[in-house]
């Protein structure tokens, strides 16, 4: 084992394969949102069987996150996302395989198992390769392909969807999973922590049972009821948490030290992902149901009209590069998060008759706000950790994003729900039988299945009503619900502005002081050992 006395090569090549094998882990979830329709229609899924199919992916992935990130510190980061990769694409040649509601849900959750093992791989990676100079500029890289990612999964399922059934949308992610593995061999340099301290198992598996109840609980309770099932999990949630700090707290080489939340940076930074994400997965999550529901456009004219998100995120990813050094990461944060807030207040225009022109300026703004925000807090996040604990650093970083979004689409979700229901309940008020009346009032795909179903038998006058309730409804609650996520997100800027510290980070294009140069020439993997 030797250090290197400059940095590795070919970390630009290296950087490429992290962000390909971050690609398919969003493309996961944002082609699922496209291909949907045609799975609850195949597969005969209620809403609730719908969410699973979601969430099951969603549970595994940010449970495990922290513990994969640990293991890969202790063992080999590189190891890690090889085998991340191979369990990723195994889960999804089962999903493309299986015709049956429990089989699709327990390939989204082994899934999920493989993304919590890839994605603090890719940036602990990323924080190992790159000298401290050139760390911000790769994580901004890195960032901008999470909203390439939003707009090429929905693009690449619906193009498929246009000839091939919702199966082939699983099988997007193995040939990118198989180019990763091989070019991950050659191209990504094998990384691990230096020490050869013990695993602290305890707090790993305290961190599996709190996130992966806590997780539960976000899901089921507000979709679905506060039941048994939800309020126990409520009741694990917060047992584990507090037993998890208390071990933490003393134990002497804990898996996440808890005292680093009392940093106003390293909690700001958290508290800024969590919450952006909130809204703007939430925000995603209701705007591509209203593109395909309200607005009739097929998979592919769905995932089309995405692109312009993806655009706006490399946009504001590249002015962050110039802002953070010159501004401050709290103010290229807050800056963002105002945009993005704006961007969903926009979103409580849309009523009757909103065409696409009403969605695009929200989508150009969240994409700018995702650019802004999030590559300046992955940066602050990442740095609060030694060399050693990269892989629990970007673990942490990742749980913040994935806990953050899916409270998004657990409490917009609901708000969405709620608003829906009670407008479209008031508008076909007794006039449909009992459980066509049911199906129209738990959501807009229901009322556009009855509707179908009243067309065939009744024919298209008798049917056009609903539709035309149901899409007054939905229109409705998207604004509805749009205020509450614009009131969330603003809140939040304003908190997030009085917890950051005013601080600016180094400019990568300046020259280092002199104490500094010795860093420069610390190994390609900083602070870690080759092997």
């Known amino acids: 084992m030797k250090r290197m006395d400059r940095p590795y090569s070919r970390r630009w090549a290296a ?92 390939a989204r959750a082994v899934m999920g198992v493989g993304a919590a093992m890839i994605m603090p791989a890719t940036l602990s990676l990323l924080s190992a390769t790159f000298p ?12 901008a392909t999470s909203g390439l990612a939003i ?144 607005l ?49 207040l926009l979103l409580t225009r849309v009523g009757d008759g909103s065409g696409y022109g009403t969605f695009l300026p929200s989508l150009l703004l969240l994409g700018v706000a995702i650019g802004l925000s999030v590559s300046p807090c992955t940066d602050a996040i990442m740095g609060a950790f030694p060399e050693e604990r990269l892989g629990v650093g970007g673990a942490v970083n990742d749980t913040s994003l994935e806990l953050g979004g899916s409270l998004g689409i657990a409490i917009l979700g609901s708000v969405l729900a709620d608003a829906y229901r009670a407008d479209v309940t008031t508008a076909i008020g007794g006039r449909l039988p009992a459980a066509a009346t049911k199906a129209a009032e738990e959501s807009i795909g229901g009322a556009l299945t009855v509707a179908e179903k009243v067309a065939a038998t009744a024919g298209p006058g008798r049917a056009a009503p609903l539709v035309h309730a149901a899409d007054h409804a939905f229109a409705h609650a998207v604004a509805h619900t749009s205020l509450v996520g614009g009131l969330i997100l603003g809140a939040g800027t304003v908190l997030v502005a009085l917890l950051l510290p005013t601080t600016r980070r180094p400019d990568p294009a300046a020259p280092l002081p002199e104490h500094a140069l010795s860093e420069e020439r610390e190994p390609s993997i900083s602070g870690a050992t080759r092997h």
């Open 132 to 143: 401290r100079r050139e760390r911000a500029r790769a994580i901004t890289i890195w960032t």
């Open 296 to 344: 009739g456009y097929g998979p592919l004219s769905t995932g089309v009209r995405l692109l312009p998100l993806a655009g706006a995120v490399f946009a504001g990813a590249a002015v962050t590069g110039v802002l953070t050094p010159r501004l401050g990461t709290k103010v290229t944060v807050v800056l963002g998060m105002a945009l993005g807030t704006a961007g969903i």
């Open 15 to 106: 950087l490429a394969v992290l962000c390909l094998s971050l690609l398919i882990i969003v493309m996961a979830n944002t082609s699922l949102l496209v291909a949907a329709p045609a799975m609850t229609r195949d597969l005969g899924l209620s809403s609730s069987d719908l969410q699973w199919v979601i969430d099951a992916y969603t549970v595994p992935y940010a449970a495990l996150m922290l513990v994969m990130g640990a293991i890969g510190d202790k063992y080999s980061r590189r190891g890690a996302l090889l085998a991340g990769l191979v369990v990723f694409a195994a889960g999804s040649v089962t999903g493309s395989l299986v015709h049956e509601t429990a089989g699709v849900i327990t």
């Open 151 to 294: 707009a090429a999964g929905p693009l690449l399922a619906g193009w498929l969807l246009e000839s091939h059934s919702w199966g082939f949308t699983f099988l997007i992610n193995v040939p990118v999973a198989a180019v990763a593995v091989v070019a991950a061999l050659v191209l990504v340099p094998p990384s691990r922590a230096g020490g050869r301290e013990r695993l602290d198992l305890i707090g790993g598996l305290l961190s599996v049972v709190f996130l992966a109840a806590l997780v539960y609980m976000i899901i089921d309770g507000p979709r679905f009821g506060w039941g048994t099932g939800a309020i126990t999990a409520a009741v694990v949630a917060g047992a584990g948490l507090a037993a998890f700090v208390w071990w933490e707290l003393r134990h002497p080489r804990p898996i996440l030290d808890v005292r680093r939340f009392r940093d106003r940076t390293f909690g700001g930074a958290n508290l800024a992902v969590a919450l952006f994400f909130l809204a703007a997965f939430g925000s995603i999550y209701y705007l591509t149901q209203h593109l395909q529901f309200v």
